[in-house]
């Protein structure tokens, strides 16, 4: 299910609906969809402040699937988010070099912007502009790592041009580019098929069914890149 990410106008439930669709489709059922009880209200008090709305809302309907959130970063539980240099620490990238964070200042908003903290915590980035939005896109770089049988490959092609050639012939999905390292993540295909680009040469297809898995294979041979690894269910 990838039918578009609703701009902050058009309500957190159409963004939640989006990430019941993702999980379903890319993750299978998994595990319990909610938080413990009270998981939150010990957090808030530990804290000192009350959480957005919105990140009540993704703890409370889809915080047990570990098996989706932390395929490969880390959406914090409750008991470990954090405060620093002025935010709120909701999330970490896998080899702790990026964060993902709230702005205390902003967290009176229902569904608060989400900027990414590097190292240097001067160089501030907005990586989505609400949580909701935040929980889509981390849901669609992980299907590359999900745990159900998919179709799935990989590559680094010799030079950007190699990527560009595939990618011109597969629609953008309607996500925002992905403020990641020097380069943005941008992501390419519709309901069935997520084509992820990373630094220009970095290249991983992944599919529900073979037809466009294929389509993409053939796309690649024809630009001239060697997938490092291909893999079909079965």
Request: negative net charge; proline residues 7%.
């Given at each position: 299910?990838?039918?578009?990410?609703?701009?902050?106008?058009?309500?957190?439930?159409?963004r939640?609906?989006?990430?019941?669709g993702?999980?379903?489709?890319?993750?299978?059922?998994?595990?319990?969809?909610?938080?413990?009880?009270?998981e939150l209200?010990?957090?808030?008090?530990?804290?000192?402040?009350?959480?957005?709305?919105?990140?009540?809302?993704?703890?409370?309907?889809?915080?047990?699937?570990?098996?989706?959130?932390?395929v490969?970063?880390?959406?914090?539980?409750?008991?470990?988010?954090?405060?620093?240099?002025?935010?709120?620490?909701?999330?970490?990238?896998n080899?702790?070099?990026?964060?993902?964070?709230?702005?205390?200042?902003?967290?009176?908003?229902?569904?608060?912007?989400?900027?990414?903290?590097?190292?240097?915590?001067r160089?501030?980035?907005?990586?989505?502009?609400?949580?909701?939005?935040?929980?889509?896109?981390?849901?669609?770089l992980?299907?590359?790592?999900s745990?159900?049988?998919?179709?799935?490959?990989?590559?680094?092609?010799?030079?950007?041009?190699?990527?560009?050639?595939?990618?011109?012939?597969?629609?953008r999905?309607?996500?925002?580019?992905?403020?990641?390292y020097?380069e943005?993540?941008?992501?390419?295909g519709?309901?069935?098929?997520?084509?992820e680009?990373?630094?220009?040469?970095w290249?991983?297809?992944?599919?529900?069914?073979?037809r466009?898995f294929?389509?993409?294979?053939?796309?690649?041979?024809?630009?001239?890149l060697?997938?490092?690894?291909?893999?079909?269910?079965?």
């Open positions: 299910m990838i039918v578009g990410v609703p701009n902050s106008g058009s309500g957190r439930e159409a939640w609906r989006q990430v019941a993702l999980l379903s489709d890319w993750y299978g059922d998994g595990s319990a969809p909610t938080t413990k009880p009270g209200d010990r957090a808030e008090a530990r804290l000192g402040f009350a959480l957005p709305a919105a990140l009540h809302e993704l703890h409370e309907r889809f915080g047990q699937r570990t098996d989706a959130w932390n490969q970063d880390v959406l914090y539980a409750p008991h470990e988010l954090c405060v620093d240099q002025g935010h709120l620490v909701i999330a970490c990238e080899q702790g070099v990026h964060r993902w964070a709230i702005p205390l200042a902003a967290l009176r908003d229902p569904d608060p912007a989400v900027v990414l903290l590097a190292d240097d915590e160089n501030l980035r907005q990586a989505a502009p609400s949580i909701g939005d935040l929980a889509i896109w981390w849901l669609l992980g299907v590359k790592n745990r159900r049988a998919l179709f799935r490959a990989y590559g680094v092609a010799a030079h950007e041009s190699v990527c560009s050639a595939i990618v011109e012939h597969l629609p999905l309607p996500v925002p580019d992905i403020p990641w020097s943005p993540v941008r992501l390419y519709d309901a069935n098929l997520v084509v680009r990373m630094e220009g040469v290249l991983s297809a992944t599919a529900l069914d073979s466009p294929e389509r993409v294979l053939e796309l690649a041979k024809a630009a001239g060697e997938w490092e690894q291909v893999e079909r269910p079965g």
